[in-house]
């Protein structure tokens, strides 16, 4: 059976001119609504406390130094959500969590591996049931949002699975969900995806039927007097419809570039 959790101990070693060496204790587990408590020793000879930093996600969190027992409530973490916590502290203590359990998670299932890249999102699992059910979700102004469901295999070998994300320019961010029949879930880890397109160019300049895009792109097309008269979203446009004259396209909002609709020969 698997165990969505993990304790494990860095030692970095001492350090020159007197200064205090330090240990990382780090824990991995699931976020199941329950804060986390830590047992924060006071050494009476060098008068400090044993924890001197804590992380959850890689992120430093703000904490009261000089108290014995420290609350991490896991905040902005998502229900059933990875955490990783790490716990800096002096090598000569070890800080002791009192309530372990509260990101223990006891499961068959888990993801093995997920990748991204600008065109493809993949992830392996294992220890799936018949009736799960895969959601793909993307930050959307500020919220996740569900992009495609993807039936589980429902083998316990687990299966491979992909996706075809869709793209901003600039800073993406998913995460899959699998839901057990039973309705409880699990996410895997954030995919942070970082999308920069080519510009567009279009060809030919002048014509009297039809404009080509060096690829797929959202365009608009004015007139001279500024009025727009085509959009839509394709990686070529017909533009035998529109009277003689000369014209500007945009690409995905930017790119602009000029080209004359003439009368067929």
């Not at 009736?131 to 102004?141: C, L, N, R, S």
């Amino acid at each position: 059976m698997s165990l969505f959790f993990a304790l494990y101990i860095f030692f970095l070693g001492s350090l020159d001119h007197g200064e205090i060496a330090v240990s990382d204790t780090h824990l991995v587990g699931v976020y199941k609504g329950r804060p986390l408590f830590i047992k924060n020793a006071y050494d009476p000879v060098s008068r400090t406390f044993c924890v001197e930093g804590i992380e959850v996600n890689n992120r430093p969190i703000r904490f009261p130094a000089r108290v014995s027992a420290i609350k991490v409530d896991f905040a902005g973490i998502d229900l059933y959500a990875p955490v990783t916590l790490k716990i800096i502290h002096s090598d000569s203590c070890e800080p002791i969590v009192i309530n372990p359990d509260a990101i223990f998670y006891h499961s068959l299932f888990s993801f093995k591996k997920v990748t991204a890249t600008d065109t493809l999102i993949t992830w392996e699992t294992v220890g799936e049931k018949k009736g799960g059910v895969y959601v793909v979700e993307k930050i959307e102004t500020g919220l996740w949002q569900a992009q495609q469901e993807v039936v589980a295999e429902g083998h316990y070998a687990g299966g491979n699975y992909k996706h075809i994300p869709s793209l901003e320019q600039g800073s993406n961010k998913f995460r899959i969900k699998y839901v057990f029949p039973n309705g409880e879930y699990l996410y895997s880890q954030e995919i942070d995806m970082h999308f920069y397109p080519d510009p567009v160019t279009f060809e030919p300049k002048k014509t009297g039927k039809e404009i080509h895009f060096s690829r797929s792109a959202f365009y608009e097309i004015y007139d001279a007097g500024s009025t727009k008269v085509l959009d839509g979203t394709s990686d070529f446009v017909d533009v035998s419809v529109l009277p003689d004259g000369d014209y500007v396209i945009y690409f995905d909002g930017d790119d602009p570039g000029m080209f004359v609709k003439e009368s067929p020969r």
